[in-house]
């Protein structure tokens, strides 16, 4: 820029018209920026327009959409949402994790700045989570156990159990916990330990048994012992 003239450049993001540096004995001033004006903000929305979440599961709507720029963001009407689930008024983030089941209602999102706001409309309902029947385990809402007798399956003692946990999807299955045992092994365990006792105390009475016959066995030994004048014969 020529001596007393301007050197103009485009405003940040969001902002209309232009600011500029002065230049004076050669030399640039600082940046002026009285000529930039804010934006209205504008073009708000949410990945999709309905929202459905799972009770017990970590839900968002993740970050909105939108032109230029919004400092704040509100629920309409101070509309309460869903019982687990709050508004991130930076972010514009609908998450949490719901606590009760919600019928669908539409929500009127407001995103703002200095200059006005934009607004637009979402639902949002919560389900119940179930985890369908599998095998001997029946339809099981989420965050419960499905318990199964082991009895219910003929002579058989114990329960097996899983646990119907909560996802994004509603519900999903957890490993089995527990094991089914049969009466009949049991008899058989408690007899095979029962035999393997005897055969222990049997070949224990019969080591006892052995050594006593081989102490029998065993040669009288005869020492010297020597005595003034005499040697007599001491039996040990």
């Known amino acids: 820029a020529a001596?007393?003239?301007?050197?103009?450049?485009?405003?940040?993001?969001?902002?209309a018209g232009y600011r500029y540096r002065?230049?004076?004995n050669g030399e640039l001033s600082e940046i002026h920026d009285e000529m930039c004006e804010l934006k209205l903000p504008k073009n708000l929305k949410y990945e999709a327009n309905s929202f459905s979440f799972f009770i017990d599961a970590p839900s968002s709507t993740g970050l909105p959409r939108y032109t230029n720029l919004i400092d704040q963001f509100s629920i309409y009407g101070e509309q309460q949402l869903p019982l687990g689930l709050t508004l991130d008024s930076n972010s514009g983030v609908i998450s949490g994790v719901p606590e009760v089941e919600w019928e669908n209602a539409t929500f009127v999102v407001l995103g703002e700045n200095a200059k006005g706001f934009t607004f637009t409309r979402i639902s949002i309902q919560v389900e119940q989570g179930y985890c369908e029947a599998d095998s001997e385990f029946e339809r099981t809402k989420t965050g419960e156990y499905a318990v199964y007798a082991?009895?219910?399956?003929?002579l058989y003692l114990g329960e097996r159990k899983r646990k119907c946990e909560a996802t994004t999807r509603g519900g999903k299955w957890s490993s089995i916990e527990g094991i089914c045992i049969s009466i009949f092994s049991i008899v058989v365990m408690i007899l095979l330990m029962v035999i393997l006792g005897i055969l222990v105390v049997v070949l224990f009475v019969r080591i006892r048994q052995a050594r006593r016959q081989e102490k029998r066995k065993l040669?009288?030994?005869y020492i010297q012992q020597y005595v003034p004048e005499e040697f007599e014969m001491v039996q040990i």
């Open 3 to 15: 001596n007393g003239s301007i050197s103009p450049a485009a405003c940040p993001y969001g902002y």
């Open 22 to 24: 002065e230049c004076l």
């Open 150 to 154: 082991c009895s219910s399956q003929g």
């Open 219 to 221: 040669p009288k030994t």
